[in-house]
C-alpha cells in the first residue's frame, strides 16, 4: 500500500521538525516547507536516516500562490495528499502601545493568512484527488486566553481557533476533519525569543521572561516539542475520524476547561 501524504509547515526547526519527524516514523511520507531550504534539507536527511520519505519544498505561507504550488509539487513528486499541518507562524513581542501597521500585516499575513491559504490548497488538492483529508492548525495556549505583551500574535492565535471552527462546518459534509492544537510554553526558537525581549522591557533576565509565561503550567516542566507532536500524530491519524472543529491543548495544564 502507498503511504500516506502530510504536508508541514515551518519544518525547519522546532514544533514543525518535530512533528514532521514524528509524522514519518508513523508511516506518512512527508513535504518539509519553509522559506528557505537548508534547514529543510537537514530535516529530510535525518528522517531518511530513520528510513522514513521526505521531501523539501520552499514557500512563503503568506504567499498564497507559493502555497497552492507547495501542494500541488507535493501531489505531484509524493504521488497523494491526506494532512496538511499549518504550522508556520511568528510571534514577535508587541505591547500595545508599541504596535505598528507593520506588525499587524507581518503577523496577520503569516499566521493567518498561511492557515487560509493551507487550508484553500489542502481542500483544492482533496477535491482533484477524491477523497477526504485532514487540516490541522498551530494555534497556542496564547489563543485560548489572551497573553500580555503579545497582543498582535495572541489575537491572530485566537482567529486560527475562529478559522478551525467555521472550516469544520464547511468542509465537514466531505468528511474532511479541521482541528487545531494550542501548544504551551515549548522549548523553541521562538519561545526562548520571546523570553529574551519580555525579559528585557522589564530589565530583567531570560529566565525571568521565560518563567513568566511558565509560572501556571500545572505539571511544572516546560513543553518539549515532541509533546506537541504526539498530540499531532493523533490530529493526523485515524483515532481522530471523529473530532471536528476541536483545539487540542497540549499545554502541561495551563488551562482547564
Ligand atoms: N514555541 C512555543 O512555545 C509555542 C509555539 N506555538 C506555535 O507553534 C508553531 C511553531 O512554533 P515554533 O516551532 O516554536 O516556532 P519557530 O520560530 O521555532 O519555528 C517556526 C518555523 O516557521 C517558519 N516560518 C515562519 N514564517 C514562515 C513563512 N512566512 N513561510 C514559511 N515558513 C515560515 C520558520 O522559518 C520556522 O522554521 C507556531 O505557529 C507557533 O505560533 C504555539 C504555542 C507555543
Ligand atoms: C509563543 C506562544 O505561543 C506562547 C507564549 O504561548
Redesign the pocket.
Known amino acids: 500500500m502507498s503511504k500516506k501524504v502530510a504536508l508541514v509547515?515551518?519544518?525547519?526547526?522546532?514544533?514543525?521538525?518535530?512533528i514532521a519527524k514524528r509524522l514519518a516514523k508513523d508511516g506518512f511520507a512527508v513535504a518539509l516547507?519553509?522559506?528557505?531550504a537548508d534547514?529543510l534539507e537537514k530535516v529530510k536527511q535525518e528522517i531518511e536516516a530513520e528510513g522514513g520519505q521526505a521531501l523539501v519544498v520552499t514557500?512563503?505561507?503568506?504567499?498564497r500562490d507559493?502555497v497552492f504550488a507547495a501542494v500541488e509539487k507535493t501531489v505531484a513528486e509524493l504521488g497523494d495528499f491526506n494532512v496538511i499541518v499549518?504550522?508556520?507562524?511568528?510571534?514577535p513581542t508587541t505591547p500595545i502601545d508599541t504596535v505598528t501597521p507593520e506588525d499587524l500585516d507581518y503577523v496577520y499575513?503569516?499566521?493567518v493568512g498561511?492557515v487560509i491559504w493551507g487550508t484553500q490548497a489542502a481542500h483544492a488538492a482533496f477535491k482533484k484527488l477524491g477523497h477526504p483529508g485532514k487540516i490541522i492548525n498551530?494555534?497556542?495556549?496564547?489563543?485560548v486566553v489572551g497573553n500580555p505583551n503579545l497582543t498582535v500574535?495572541s489575537s491572530s492565535?485566537f482567529a486560527?481557533r475562529g478559522i478551525t471552527q467555521v472550516t469544520a462546518r464547511e468542509l465537514a459534509e466531505e468528511g474532511t476533519t479541521v482541528n487545531a492544537?494550542?501548544?504551551?510554553?515549548?522549548?523553541?526558537?521562538?519561545?526562548y525569543?520571546?523570553a529574551h525581549k519580555v525579559g528585557q522591557n522589564a530589565g530583567k533576565d531570560d529566565e525571568w521572561g521565560m518563567q513568566t509565561?511558565a509560572k501556571d503550567i500545572a505539571l511544572k516542566r516546560l513543553?518539549e516539542?515532541s509533546d506537541?507532536a504526539n498530540a499531532v500524530a493523533f490530529l493526523a491519524g485515524p483515532d481522530s475520524d471523529y473530532i471536528t472543529g476541536q483545539t487540542l491543548e497540549v499545554?502541561g495544564g495551563m488551562q482547564f476547561h
Open positions: 509547515t515551518g519544518a525547519g526547526q522546532g514544533i514543525g521538525e518535530a516547507v519553509a522559506r528557505h534547514a514557500a512563503d505561507v503568506a504567499k507559493e499549518n504550522n508556520a507562524g511568528v510571534a499575513s503569516i499566521n498561511g498551530a494555534t497556542s495556549q496564547a489563543g500574535y492565535k486560527i492544537f494550542a501548544p504551551g510554553i515549548v522549548k523553541t526558537p521562538m519561545m525569543d520571546i509565561f513543553s516539542a506537541v499545554d
